[in-house]
């Protein structure tokens, strides 16, 4: 009496006695194999993580290796701009020096020129400075003859001659200065200058 009961309430249910046997088994089945862990894993997603798990440590050595050498590129530029400043610094610092010791080789110059120097014991003083100006890159220029160029030389006298066909120093009055490139002083001279018509 209880099979008829069992089948009767099956049937009330609208279910199949087998389809039923077949679900219990079914899910008696399911648990049993969730608590086993065997879930099917797909190969393509196993062979990403282990790649991923590969390539980790990889792409952080990669990072901290770029950010290594943008730092040392970093301080390769700073050391090289330190050094160009202390280059400028150190040449303003000597044109400033050898600027002020000018009207001094000028008075200098003038005495020579004058005779004023020979046999004396300035001769060799003048010799020395020169020689320390020229260890620094102190250079004089201009002289007679020189063509007239309005960037190192200032012209206080101008004298119209048809000697020359374009401006040319007549005569110094004081010798120009430079330390390597750089003017300190323009030589200031006479000009001859064509004399027109």
């Known amino acids: 009496m209880s099979d008829e009961f069992n089948h009767d309430e099956a049937a009330a249910q609208g279910e199949n006695p087998e389809a039923a046997a ?21 190969p393509i997603d196993a062979e990403l993580a282990d790649l991923v798990d590969a390539t980790g440590p990889i792409s952080k050595e990669a990072e901290l290796l770029a950010d290594l050498q943008r730092l040392q590129a970093e301080f390769v530029n700073y050391r090289a701009r330190v050094e160009r ?66 960037e190192l ?23 120009g200065y430079m330390v390597g490139d750089r003017l300190l002083r323009a030589a200031k001279v006479a000009v001859f200058i064509p004399a027109e018509g």
Do not use: C, M, W, Y
């Open 22 to 42: 077949s679900a219990e088994d079914s899910s008696a089945d399911a648990p049993a194999d969730a608590s086993a862990g065997d879930s099917p894993v797909d």
């Open 85 to 150: 400043d202390r280059d400028v610094s150190r040449n303003a610092a000597i044109a400033e020096v050898l600027r002020s010791l000018l009207p001094a080789l000028d008075d200098l110059s003038r005495a020579e020129a004058h005779g004023d120097l020979d046999g004396s014991p300035f001769a060799a003083v003048v010799a020395k400075l020169r020689a320390s100006g020229e260890k620094f890159g102190l250079k004089t220029f201009g002289a007679k003859g020189d063509k007239f160029d309005p």
């Open 153 to 175: 030389h200032e012209a206080l006298v101008q004298t119209p001659t048809a000697d020359v066909t374009e401006n040319t120093v007549a005569d110094v009055i004081e010798s």
